[in-house]
């Protein structure tokens, strides 16, 4: 296509209305006066409302302007561009990250502030974007903002789910579950009514020749579902790149709902398949590490795989290039193993569809793609019904049969005779019924294969993929350590400490070259830096406790050691270890006399967090920390001395509130289960200390921040088989101080003792899996060390400050650029103003 095509010929985004404007708009808006005549007639709420979609709808048009000549720029120069499959991009807001990146956010606050407006109120306004879990999905959302800023032609396909991740709710201390339908008054989608792909399902396979007598497959579908594109701009900061997030939304293939049933009276029936159709995209599944072999989940997988491969396919086929260039063109990473049909669906096109020879045509699938996985959790690990695969994917299935067919002949070539190894690797599993190992298709559909820690990465190919290394040798296998977005994290989170570290570095380029952050060990003696520092940290404990105030009732003294615990709820996660310390804690607080009492730090013991909701284990950890917070709150012989928070609906929003203001923050994983964790960066990028387990990205924090600057505590990765056997064994001895803290639970100190039977006949009974109890003692001791070292100011103000420049590594630039030298094959592309 040439510069001057008609732009949606390029399949780009264009905004409703909007085509490339001849002459450059300025920020200009409604006059003050305009508004004023108005404005006292309107409520405050729908005021603000006002002001969120003014600017909202400012911003975006600049947006249009760029994301349309990225489009085009990248269209016209043709080069290898990368696609990030993902089921989930935890977003959060965009409006705030707009501003930042459009570089008119000084121009925005004094406009709302003419107008009456401050411009924090005006942002809060926006409903989180909450199309994720947890880490992964928020992953995602950094690798977007990181790719834009980078200036790499990537796109990101997911689904447009009418339903986020639920809105929590904590009801008499227990969770419940809201609908997150968050669609309404979106600024930041654009329909793409014109973009669509009709998606099949069910079926059956027929077998037919062609003229040279070669057999031909070919799918016969029993269902149809339109997938309909919805585009979102995601500009890159200081730059013009602005990339393209397209989301699919399902709908029935007849458009709205069949005419021709309904016309013949069919009503029922004609609504029935409109329904169906938009169940597709209609929620998230909203468990973190688990996979629970839904068949719905599976439809989603393929609706969202087949029409974007579709897509890419189309926009390959318009370069008019030969076949085997399409791995020179194309990159496509998997964000876990939710989109490996997408591989099987590449090659059903190339051999089925355009009629490619196997061997050619799986040579450019496996070109093509790049997996990372995300956890070794046994329950994680996705498997499919091979009858609930043949039903909904025949012909998906027959390739899959393929696939493993070739696969295990060149591997009992290589190494004949091993039939236990060929058990072993093949990707389906000799179960009843069988099962379908995705992950081992996504691994043999790869050429490269990558972990989000170094621990995690040597995890996988020493245990789950171990004979995949055998098989491939170890260069299928790397490692790129995750990281997080400096922008939303630092800047957008901590404003403040940004603005302070630019005073001192000489501007913001740590923004775009994070590992600048050093310059600032230079400072760490400086006093007057030191006070600066010291003082925003108390401001963001106020706006904290601000937060806490509102959304609990509960205050709390904003001079006590902010300890906080914000991720998924979950056993690996071990919010049970907390709040069992937390009840440790209170016990001995109980024993000390008013002299002692005297001595003791002030604490906050603050969690937040969402458990999935048939997680039982999960909502009970949640039921009983809000039992303890409700006993140790109202206990004025306690008072400041400790007080138990729980945060509802942790989201990406209060994550930005919350991350800057922790003193110490927890990721105390069962070593080997935290693939990686990204919140422990967030935390220390933000002036934090943590306290950890030897697990995922703990191990490389401490490697880059000196280990005299965490607090880490517990067993190692490599004893946890051992203890765990010792467990079931041997001797379990449930610990000393923890058996008393199961006593206090035990006596009813905490409400009922009944509804927490569960969760220490976990530990006490069960084998104690997570090894809560093997911990307990050292975390206990590290808390204790916690303390002392936290009243030492000035010792703790030198380590938050070295942990901070020290951080550099963890940009999710370096992880983008990492992907990109070492997965992808990609190059940068700069959008010049010319363009
Ligand atoms: C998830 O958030 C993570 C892993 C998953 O495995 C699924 C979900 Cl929803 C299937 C997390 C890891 O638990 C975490 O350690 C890691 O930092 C994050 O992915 C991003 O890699």
Known sequence: ????????????????????????????????????????????????AAAYSGTALAFRDRLIIEWNRTQQRQTFTDQKRVYYLSLEFLMGRALDNAMLNVGMKDIARDGLADLGFRIEDAISQEHDAALGNGGLGRLAACFLDSMATLNYPAWGYGLRYRYGIFKQEIVNGYQMEIPDYWLDNNPWEFPRHDITVDIQFYGHVNKTYDEDGKVVYSWEAGETVRAVAYDVPIPGYRTKTTNNLRLWSSKASSGEFDFQKFNAGDYESAVADQQTAETISAVLYPNDNLERGKELRLKQQYFWCAASLYDIVRRFKKTKRAWSEFPDQVAIQLNDTHPTLAIVELQRILIDVE?????????IVTGTFGYTNHTVLPEA???????????????HLQIIYDINLFFLQSVEKRFPNDRDMLSRVSIIEESHPKMVRMAYIAIIGSHKVNGVAELHSDLIKTTIFK?????????????????ITPRRWLHQANPELSALIADKLGGYDFLTDLTLLDKLEAFVDDKNFRQEWSDIKAKNKLRLAKLIKDVTGYSVNPNSLFDVQVKRIHEYKRQQLNIFGVIHRYLSLKAMTPEERKKVVPRVSIFGGKAAPGYWMAKSIIYLINSVAAVVNKDEEIGDLLKVIFIEDYNVSKAEIICPASDISEHISTAGTEASGTSNM????????IIGTCDGANIEITREIGEQNIFLFGNLAEDVEDLRHRHFYGDFQLDPQLKRVFDAIKEGTFGDPSSFTSLISSIEEHGDYYLVSDDFNSYIATHDMVDKEFQNQEEWLAKSITSVARMGFFSMDRVTNEYADSIWNVEPLNIADED
Do not use: C
Not at 355 to 363: I, N, Q
Not at 682 to 689: A, E, I, P, R, S
């Open 1 to 48: 296509p040439s510069v001057g095509a008609p732009i949606a010929d390029l399949q780009g985004p264009v905004g409703p209305g909007f085509s490339r404007p001849k002459h450059k708009r300025t920020f200009t808006g409604f006059g003050p006066s305009e508004i004023k005549s108005v404005e006292a007639s309107i409520p405050e709420p729908l005021r603000e």
């Open 355 to 363: 009629g490619l020879e196997w061997d050619e045509a799986w040579r």
């Open 381 to 395: 690990l996705e498997k499919w019904s091979v009858p609930l695969m043949q039903n909904l994917l025949p012909r």
């Open 467 to 483: 004979d995949f290394v055998t098989i491939y040798g170890p260069d299928r296998f790397t490692n790129v350590t995750n990281g």
């Open 682 to 689: 967030k935390f220390v990028l933000n002036g934090g200390l």
